[in-house]
């Protein structure tokens, strides 16, 4: 099977094929590698993307131009390729600078496989990091060399500053590499069986911790959540239980786990006497938990996640899964897109920790105030403009769609609040759209209820309701005391029949003759259920039946009476 | 005739000396309903017709047994005999009627047969009518020949003389004067439904369909089922959606109607999402139950509804659309014929007072303007409208709470209330008692038991 077709785990974790490769393994790229039989490494499926995305072009262009016909047909199956154009902002030096550990290279990879202008940049840049930091994860590494190479041959921009080194894969750096890791697991493991002959708790635990560190450090997720969750049992401080949690979450929010991210978030959150970085450690669950919401698309409790970070990551010291500049991002975002004009005012631009954030991403700060100021141009002008960069952001690029449509919708409802008429012609240049798309948005809001307006469809003019209260509380009214008449009336004539036996009974205690036509035989188990009646009840109880079915087909009545 | 039977001049003479209900209960009843049949239904040759010496409105009880018999023995239609029915039913005396309840159900049921021999139902109607009138003791009671006459209207399709009575709500019945049971309250008010179904008043269809509905049931009656699906129906044509049945409704009734109103909830469920599609699909899916239940009519009708219900919805949105633009967003097609179909709805629906609009064809293909509704509410007409709600509500309050003192001050309801007091849970025998709590301790000691096995 073509491994492009089960697209969303590629997306979640960029080396999901990684995962599955044991580190031991030689072959570089396994049955499993997701690019392995991909002619066109930067076209990955995005089957959790909206289709919509505007300005980002569908099919492949720039360097990639070099098709044939197994990649046509490929491309076919896979119309929806998510691919963005050259970013307008990303200074990928500057971005990725600000990022440690995996999702360092997590964040390349995606930007790689999503952004054909960069890709070589991404890749080189992948490829030396892991060099330096004498990574143990060695079938990664051979796998980003094997998107170079094919980067290089199909003519990716810059791929004529690739210098060789980098093409080639350093088999004996790499093999002494594998052998660490291989020696390292063998050692560990056998440390931790020794001190669990012992049984010592702490020992036991520091083992673990140690084993998963190493298999984190290898690539191995699933391992590595395995071994820090084992230490749950050893954990004999609040000390241990953050650092099992935090440890739980790195590997979580990587793996793409994000409801075990929000368990271990409360399980941290609710231990007691934290140790002494409290504000930091506080500070990071609330990055995670908000980064888990996010993924939720719980854009309201992101933002107030995010919002309520505070001072304490300015300095990237999150690096490993998220920066300060992406703090701004998330929660300026989900704040426009879930927040009461209030609410923004007091949580966002009143709030002096995320100010901080925010002068890291000016352009935030200007679309949250513009936004507040109702200068709504400006606004969309900067979420366009920064949208292909979100798109390749690895956490936002899915959610980028539901923001912007939210926030839009949220600017067109402050839009038509103060006005009594409003020129459908204006307002769509002031949105920067036509008039029939922007009637139609204008249609739907007003449907949900969050415009009480109405179109003068002929002349293009939206017209604030008039509601008269008065009218509609005579409507109302009115509507109430009918329901209330109906209802005693008919609550009188229901106490009369039963005060009178007019209930609808058996057919059975009625008249026995036959002829009779109702109900019964609807109600098994109660005719049953009265019990002690033989066989000829059971007679009786056919003929009824069958006199219900001529009841049924022509309402004919005979009345066994006199 | 037997020699001791008495003769026609005796039984005239007898007839005409019991002139008041006491007097004819006691003596008359037992008199006549040992006369052989043969009296009432010969003609005597010669003589005068002794229903002609009777005066229907003096000897009301007497001349009711020689109608019923007459009618019965009757064939077909006959002008004169019709005539005595009419004479009979304006002017007979309610009281002695009342007196002979069966027999006067007899006569109507034989009337309703007289008038479908000749093929004529709607000969029947009118006197059945005016019978009713007379023989209720308040215009609210249900009499036995209520659910008689809503079918004989139903089978002539005539509904004039049936209308006012239908309009006046039942509130009263009582089975001892008026000889009814359950079923001709559910028969009644299923017939009654479908009578206002079929005058498109579709809010009291509802509310009729809706009594038979929840009526109190021990076990579901078939006309309560049926009912029910017309209810269903009835319901998505009026309001568009179904209200939820009152909560008294038995449990018995709900269980089956579950059960036996699957394609009436699903297309229900499907008519309140209003997708043109899918509330099609299912129709198309559901066609066979429907037309088997004869309600593939009112579905379809639930069709045309829908529409209108749209365009209403799209007079909270747009203040002026062209007439192609609401036959798109409804779902009509694109081409000329929806577009007239659509023009066609929307003028029925001005006229109706549904939507309050104008059409202009200025522009190609015209263009509507919805207004508001003009009704400002600061008219005498609102005022009256509210005055007399109002004083409905308050007579039906205080009949309630009347009705309440009456029944909290009932011996019957105090010997209730202080039993289940008395005895709450406990049963009523000795041993009754030991077996139980014998069988709770054993109960106990499992689950304790159990529990200890889970635990580790």
């Known amino acids: ?562 | 005739m037997a020699p001791n039977e008495p003769t026609l001049d005796e039984i005239i003479a007898k007839i005409q000396s019991c002139l008041d209900t006491a007097t004819i209960t006691k003596t008359l009843l037992p008199f006549l309903n040992n006369l052989h049949e043969s009296v009432f239904s010969a003609r005597p040759h010669g003589q005068t017709d002794p229903i002609d010496i009777l005066s229907p409105a003096a000897h009301s009880f007497a001349y009711l047994y020689f109608l019923v018999y007459r009618c019965k023995a009757s064939h077909g239609f006959h002008p004169a005999l019709l005539e005595k029915v009419w004479a009979f039913v304006t002017t007979c005396d309610g009281d002695q009627i009342r007196a002979a309840s069966d027999k006067a159900l007899s006569f109507a049921e034989a009337l309703v047969k007289m008038a479908m021999e000749s093929h004529q139902p709607v000969i029947a109607i009118r006197p059945l009518a005016v019978f009713i009138q007379r023989i209720q003791l308040s215009p609210g009671q249900l009499t036995m020949i209520h659910p008689l006459l809503a079918k004989t209207c139903l089978l002539a399709q005539s509904f004039k003389d049936i209308a006012p009575i239908l309009d006046c709500d039942i509130s009263d019945v009582n089975p001892t004067s008026t000889h009814i049971d359950y079923r001709d309250f559910l028969l009644y008010h299923y017939y009654g439904g479908m009578i206002y179904a079929y005058l498109k008043q579709f809010e009291r269809a509802v509310e009729f369909f809706k009594l038979a509905v929840s009526a109190p049931a021990d076990v579901a009656s078939a006309i309560q089922i049926e009912s029910y699906k017309k209810y269903v129906l009835t319901s998505l044509l009026h309001y568009g959606k179904v209200p939820t049945l009152p909560k008294y409704t038995a449990t018995a009734v709900n269980r089956c109607l579950k059960l036996h109103c699957v394609p009436y909830s699903e297309f229900a469920v499907a008519y309140e999402k209003k997708s043109n599609s899918a509330i099609r699909t299912e129709l198309e899916k559901h066609k066979q139950a429907l037309v088997r239940d004869r309600n593939y009519g009112l579905a379809k009708q639930c069709m045309e509804a829908l529409h209108r219900r749209n365009i209403q919805d799209l007079t909270r949105t747009y203040l002026t659309l062209s007439i192609e633009d609401i036959t798109s967003i409804i779902g009509l097609g694109s081409d000329q014929d929806g577009a007239r179909r659509v023009e066609g709805i929307i003028v029925r629906m001005i006229e109706s007072g549904d939507i309050f609009a104008t059409i202009s064809h200025e522009h190609a293909g015209g263009m509507v303007s919805f207004l508001d509704d003009p009704n400002q509410h600061n008219n005498t007409a609102t005022m009256d409208k509210i005055n007399a709600q109002m004083q409905k509500a308050t007579a039906i309050t205080s009949s309630l709470i009347a009705m309440d003192q009456a029944i909290s001050s009932m011996p019957a309801y105090f010997n209730k209330g202080s039993h289940t007091i008395d005895h709450p849970a406990y049963p009523m025998d000795e041993s009754d008692y030991g077996m139980q709590l014998g069988y709770d301790a054993y109960a106990d000691e499992g689950s304790i038991l159990s529990s200890a096995l889970y635990a580790d």
């Open chain 1, 1 to 562: 099977m073509d491994p492009r077709l089960s697209p969303d785990r590629t997306l979640r974790s960029p080396d999901s094929g990684m995962m599955d490769t044991s580190s031991d393994n030689q072959g570089f790229a396994g049955s499993s590698n997701p690019m392995d039989s991909d002619v066109y490494p930067e076209q990955l499926p995005t089957a959790g993307t909206p289709s919509s995305l505007s300005n980002v072009t569908l099919t492949a262009d720039g360097g990639s131009t070099a098709p044939d016909n197994n990649g046509n047909s490929k491309r076919k199956r896979f119309v929806k390729v998510v691919e963005v154009d050259a970013p307008n902002n990303l200074d990928l030096d500057a971005y990725i600078a600000n990022y440690k550990g995996h999702t360092k290279i997590n964040r390349l990879e995606f930007i790689a496989d999503r952004c054909p202008s960069l890709q070589i940049d991404a890749l080189k840049a992948a490829i030396t990091e892991l060099k330096t930091n004498q990574t143990l994860n060695i079938p990664r590494y051979a796998n980003l060399v094997k998107k170079l190479n094919e980067a290089v041959k199909y003519g990716a921009p810059g791929s004529a500053h690739v210098s060789s080194d980098l093409l080639n894969v350093d088999k004996a750096w790499a093999d002494s590499q594998l052998q660490k890791a291989k020696q390292q697991t063998e050692m560990l493991e056998s440390e931790l069986k020794n001190y669990k002959r012992n049984s010592i708790k702490e020992s036991i635990r520091m083992g673990n911790v140690e084993l998963g560190n190493h298999y984190y450090a290898c690539g191995d997720l699933t391992n590595a959540h395995k071994g820090y969750s084992r230490t749950r049992d050893y954990c004999t401080t609040p000390k241990h239980i953050i650092e099992l949690c935090m440890n739980v979450i790195k590997v979580s929010i990587e793996l793409g786990n994000f409801p075990h991210v929000l368990t271990y978030v409360v399980k941290a959150d609710s231990t007691p006497e934290v140790p002494q970085d409290k504000d930091m450690t506080k500070a990071k669950l609330k990055a995670a938990s908000g980064l888990a919401n996010l993924d939720l698309s719980k854009y309201s409790a992101a933002a107030r996640d995010f919002l309520s970070i505070g001072e304490e990551l300015v300095g990237h010291q999150y690096g490993e899964v998220i920066s300060a500049n992406d703090i701004a991002v998330y929660g300026g975002l989900c704040a426009l897109a879930s927040f009461s004009r209030t609410e923004l005012k007091r949580l966002v631009i009143d709030n002096v920790g995320f100010r901080q954030y925010l002068e890291l991403e000016p352009h935030i700060r200007d679309l949250i105030q513009s936004f507040y100021n109702s200068n709504y141009t400006v606004c969309l002008d900067i979420m366009d403009k920064w949208r292909n960069d979100y798109l390749l952001d690895i956490h936002l690029h899915s959610h980028i769609e539901a923001l912007y449509t939210n926030i839009r919708k949220k600017a067109l409802v402050q839009f038509t609040s103060p006005f009594l008429t409003v020129d459908l012609t204006k307002m769509a240049k002031s949105f920067s759209t036509s008039v029939p798309e922007l009637e139609k948005e204008l249609v739907s809001l007003i449907i949900s209820g969050q415009i009480e307006a109405r179109i003068d469809s002929q002349q293009k003019i939206l017209w604030a309701k008039q509601t008269n209260k008065r009218s509609a509380i005579f409507e109302r009214s009115t509507a109430m005391g009918q329901d209330y008449e109906r209802e005693a009336k008919g609550l009188v004539l229901r106490i009369q029949m039963m005060n009178h036996g007019l209930v609808v009974k058996g057919p059975m205690e009625k008249s026995p003759g036959g002829g009779n036509l109702d109900g019964g035989d609807y109600d098994h188990h109660q005719r049953h259920g009265r019990g002690g009646r033989g066989g000829r009840d059971t007679q009786m109880f056919a003929d009824t039946r069958t006199g219900v079915s001529n009841f049924l087909s022509n309402f004919t009545r005979d009345r066994a009476r006199g």
